[in-house]
């Protein structure tokens, strides 16, 4: 069995607004969030092999947010996860190595929400609803995938979480 997380950047800063869409920073709420992400994963045990990060400024930003790892993951940056499409993320999932047992996108909405909902086909759960109709800023969903990677689809992702920075206490640090 295999794990994915799918991590939505946290809350970016608008106060440049000729700043380009891919060089926004995160903003104060947003580097909060991240923090009491981080605090959550470590303490939930989630600790990616591999980390797969679009390029935008705000998704390294919310990546480095969550270091230090107890056990540094690969990460690999790449161009393709700017904004890109809940199809366009299932393949790149689906092309994963079958040595990674866990995995984790860091992106950008609408494709992280549009991916996630993918993978649960039918909600059955309170927080399958909730995950559907919305994926908020430092979102995580966490997904176990039965199988390999090249063959996960629609509807074969078994939700094991979704944690919102709302759900969250705020960071002591």
């Keep these: 069995m295999h794990q994915l997380l799918l991590l939505r950047h946290a809350k970016s800063s608008w106060d440049e607004p000729k700043l ?9 709420r947003g580097r909060s969030a991240a923090a009491a992400m981080r605090k959550a994963m470590r303490d939930l045990g989630l600790a990616p092999d591999v980390v797969l990060v ?3 400024r705000r998704t390294q ?13 690969v990460v690999e940056p ?7 499409t809940a199809g366009q993320l299932l393949r790149i999932v689906q092309g994963l190595s ?28 309170e927080q399958a609803t909730r995950l559907t109709e919305k994926f908020p800023t430092g979102a995580l969903a966490e997904f176990a995938v039965r199988g390999t990677w090249a063959d996960l689809d ?3 992702g078994q939700l094991v979480r ?8 705020e960071p002591l640090d």
């Design 20 to 28: 380009a869409d891919r060089d926004r920073p995160l903003n104060k």
């Design 154 to 156: 629609a509807g074969e």
């Design 61 to 73: 930003e919310t990546l480095t947010a969550l270091e230090p790892w107890d056990e540094t993951p």
């Design 78 to 84: 790449l161009e393709q996860l700017y904004l890109a």
């Design 98 to 125: 079958e040595t990674v047992r866990s995995a984790m996108l860091v992106g950008h909405n609408p494709g992280m929400h549009e991916l996630a909902a993918l993978l649960i086909g039918q909600p059955v759960s």
């Design 54 to 56: 679009s390029t935008a």
């Design 162 to 169: 979704f944690l919102t920075p709302r759900d969250l206490p």
